[in-house]
């Protein structure tokens, strides 16, 4: 398309039909072919929208009013929707979401893994779809000298101050509105990104929601923390059922939540938690699902597509603290776990021995390197298990898969796209996809999990 070809320009004023949603939950429309992305406008809606923005093949748009509205519009309850980037579909009801989550998947299925067939199921929500996290990770800064807590506006790092989060635990929000309060009254102060000062960076909160343990982590700035035994004492005294109080130390100007070293200030290393009979501990840097209830619902998909009669050889790559791996080894004859993290292959043969599970071996390494070391070594997997970050599975993993040829991939994935882009790798490697099953993890928000069957 060329520029005189755009059918808008900056600031116009125009009447659309919202045809669809983003993978990031923005409304889109179109004006003779050109789309536009609207946020907060939902499929179905009429609109008057003022562009904002006008790029060579796409153009922005600002609601100024909702001409027709959806039946799916609902008004979000949290009082600071608008300002907060953590949920972006308040906005629109829960049944509308889960169908919004399992359209996401088949399409992009459709678009890039060419795979118009595959069954997709109705995506398994929730109950009650609030109040699930159990972890928090809040960052602390200051205004005008007073300190404040709450996560970041959209596509800013201005933090809105707040002192509840509707699909955060309440125990999350109890320890962070308290550690807050400790820390103005011992005059700590909060952290400014730009000018790299100040004392704390972020609050963190662990529940184990079965339990009830409680796990504070304070990351700062540099190792000293005035009146440190004060606030310790403090935080003893005022949250009920804490078993660990943790320092964590980020000396870096950098966007990422914790630093290198952690020291326990008070209490445990670890809080315990459960999931479905198997006990996990958490550390403050452990890679634990946020939701615990859903991940029960994910895990035992992952189960059933295993088909696992108890003779299997299973490898669980991207295992993480082994959850998925000892969901597996109720069921296998073997599980062998491979995790790049030390520190969580640590966790995951803790979790082993705290379970008595003696049928998992983890590694630390990579999956595309540790797996074909293990095929050397004469083990052959029945049932392979992918977990991968949202970058998806790496290609030497793929063919690696391909190579080993186990009789079922079960891929378990938080990226759609990125899915869809590997489904198709394995498919053209001789695999069929089954079945796919999204899960609901994060409601309120545009993120999607699901679960993939494959057969060789």
């Known amino acids: 398309m060329t520029n005189y070809e755009v059918p808008v320009k900056k600031n116009d004023i125009v009447d659309v039909m919202i045809e669809d949603l983003t993978h990031d939950g923005a409304g889109v429309a179109k004006i003779n072919g050109y789309a536009l992305f609207i946020p907060k406008a939902l499929p179905g809606e009429k609109v008057k929208v003022k562009i904002v923005k006008v790029k060579k093949g796409f153009g922005f748009g600002r609601v100024l009013e909702t001409l027709e509205e959806s039946p799916d519009r609902v008004d979000a309850p949290c009082p600071i929707y608008n300002q907060c980037g953590g949920c972006q579909l308040q906005h629109l009801s829960y049944e509308a979401q889960l169908r919004f989550k399992q359209k996401q998947v088949k399409d992009v299925l459709e678009r890039i893994g060419q795979l118009p067939d595959v069954l997709v199921h109705p995506t398994l929500g929730m109950d009650d779809p ?17 300190l404040v807590a709450g996560f970041y506006q959209e596509r800013s790092h201005r933090i809105i101050d707040m002192d509840q989060c509707l699909i955060q635990h309440e125990k999350n929000d109890y320890v962070v509105t308290t550690v807050k309060e400790i820390a103005k009254k011992y005059g700590v102060r909060g952290y400014d990104e730009e000018k790299h000062r100040g004392t704390l960076r972020h609050v963190v909160a662990r529940y184990g929601k079965q339990t009830g343990d409680i796990m504070v982590v304070l990351i700062t700035r540099g190792p000293e923390l005035a009146n440190k035994k004060n606030i310790i004492e403090d935080i003893q005294q005022e949250i009920p059922n804490v ?16 630093g290198e070293k952690t020291h326990v200030l008070w209490g ?41 009669s108890g003779g299997e050889t299973v490898i669980d790559a991207y295992c993480g603290i082994g959850t998925i791996s000892l969901f597996l080894a109720q069921g296998a004859k073997h599980v062998y776990g491979v995790e790049i993290v030390p520190e969580a292959i640590t966790d995951a043969k803790r979790n082993a021995k705290l379970n008595g599970f003696d049928n998992v071996d983890f590694a630390v390494g990579e999956a595309e390197n540790v797996m074909p070391w293990w095929y050397a070594q004469g083990i052959r997997a029945d049932v392979i298990v992918v977990d991968p970050p949202r970058k998806g599975c790496d290609d030497k993993l793929l063919e690696t898969i391909i190579a080993m040829k186990p009789e079922r991939v079960v891929y378990v994935s938080c990226n759609p796209a990125t899915l869809a882009r590997d489904l198709r790798v ?15 993890m994060f409601p309120w928000t545009t993120h999607v999990e699901s679960v993939t069957l494959l057969t060789l």
């Open 426 to 440: 394995l498919e053209d490697g001789g695999y069929r996809t089954t079945e796919v099953q999204p899960v609901d």
């Open 268 to 308: 445990d290393e670890y809080i315990y938690d459960t999931i479905g009979d198997i006990r996990f501990a958490i550390s403050a840097r452990s890679f634990y699902q946020v939701n615990p209830d859903q991940t029960k619902v994910l895990y035992d998909k992952a189960l059933e597509y295993a088909q696992l």
């Open 243 to 258: 078993k660990s109080i943790v320092q964590n130390i980020n000396p870096k100007r950098t966007n990422v939540i914790f």
């Open 130 to 146: 609030w109040r699930y996290r159990n972890k928090a990770q809040v960052p602390v800064g200051e205004i005008e000298g007073g």
